[in-house]
């Protein structure tokens, strides 16, 4: 079977050897006779599995000991509720900046909870005045010395905007949403409060949120919630506290194992630089053609996001690289336009014959 050329924002393409091992081991896990969907998640051959993948993600990134990793649900849009749930206190305030619709949501969210328990939220910066076409600078920010917490989003996958080098703002502890640039490179944890992302980007299928939080930062939640929604009771469980989305933790496995076979975040931060390259070459070629609106020092390797000349010409576009076996090539809804996705699992030939087609495309509409 010929693999699609999927360039989906998410959930997105996993690879293949990934998907191949499940394949094979579908019907019987590890000499079990059953799927790893039908183990019990008490149980010793799904247990492996869960712990497997916890050393690998601890292992890729280098987690220090001073930092849980959990295995969660709800994606995303669940830590968006339950960050302030956790660490806004009554009367606190905490800093959000904003660039892009998911750290815009994020903060939406923290401002019901702060109207709950009579707390602040503050937009400590935002590139809203420039429609989200570049990230934010900490020297921009004007920052509450007694917040509980600084909120940032570290690629915008809308918007097409990302750090690339990740700032930090203030001395107030960090919070990232890194849902769609999770592991596709190294980078330093230690610093971080907390990290969290749903899996369908880099990670695995939807229906995993991975989170790596200081210890110390998770003791500071508070007590009174109902344990599914306290990050310390997943901690304790070591993430077993209800059962988890066993065949998404085990396709998480899968993903990690190919991960660290072709080499770890070195092998594949080249690997996603250099597909970028290809495109954002293609694009700067025909700049009266192909326009990207993101500054250029803010330009995300995951999502690369351009115009063409007319909204006609953009559907042309998406339809004809259907043709040729692409998908996932529309923008967003909200701002239009082309948005290709570049994540981890993205074949580079994928993307050289992308550019490619947009040469082609272009001789022929220009």
């Known amino acids: ?96 900046v904003v660039t892009g619709a998911w750290s815009a949501k994020g903060e939406s969210e923290a401002r019901k909870w702060a109207t709950i328990v009579g707390a602040r939220v503050s937009v400590a910066a935002t590139s809203h005045e420039c429609a989200f076409t570049r990230a934010v600078p900490p020297e921009e920010a004007k920052l509450d010395p007694a917040a509980a917490y600084v909120h940032w989003t570290s690629n915008e996958t809308i918007h097409g905007v990302q750090y690339l080098d990740l700032p930090r703002f203030g001395d107030r502890p960090q919070i990232c949403d890194m849902s769609s640039d999770f592991l596709w490179r190294k980078f330093d944890v230690a610093p971080f409060a907390m990290i969290y992302g749903g899996a369908q980007k880099n990670i695995g299928p939807s229906g995993v949120t991975v989170v790596v939080a200081a210890k110390s930062f998770i003791e500071q939640g508070r007590k009174d919630l109902p344990s599914i929604l306290q990050y310390r009771a997943h901690a304790e ?25 072709i080499g770890g975040l070195d092998a594949i931060e080249r690997r996603n630089r250099e597909k970028a390259a290809v495109l954002y070459t293609a694009i700067d070629a025909d700049a009266a053609f192909y326009r990207c609106p993101v500054e250029k020092g803010s330009r995300s390797v995951m999502n690369v996001v351009f115009r063409l000349p007319s909204e006609d010409l953009e559907k042309r576009f998406v339809d004809e690289a259907k043709k040729h076996g ?11 336009g082309i948005r290709v996705s570049l994540y981890n699992a993205v074949e580079p030939a994928w993307v050289t014959a992308l550019a490619g087609f947009m040469k082609d495309f272009r001789n022929r509409n220009g």
């Open 1 to 96: 079977m010929a693999r699609t050329m999927n360039f989906n924002a998410g959930p997105a393409t996993l690879p293949l050897p990934a998907l191949e091992r499940a394949r094979d081991e579908l019907l019987d896990f590890a000499g079990s006779g059953m799927s790893v969907m039908e183990h019990s998640h008490r149980g010793k051959e799904y247990e492996a599995v869960h712990d497997e993948a916890l050393s690998l993600l601890r292992e890729l990134l280098a987690v220090p000991a001073s930092h849980e990793i959990l295995l969660l649900q709800g994606g995303a849009s669940m830590q968006f509720a339950l960050v302030p749930m956790s660490f806004l206190p009554q009367g606190g305030s905490a800093d959000y």
């Open 326 to 336: 692409m998908v996932g090539l529309k923008g967003h809804r909200s701002v239009g």
């Open 237 to 261: 469980a070591r993430s077993l506290l209800n059962t988890p989305p066993t065949f998404g933790v085990y396709l998480v496995r899968n993903v990690l194992a190919w991960l660290k076979g």
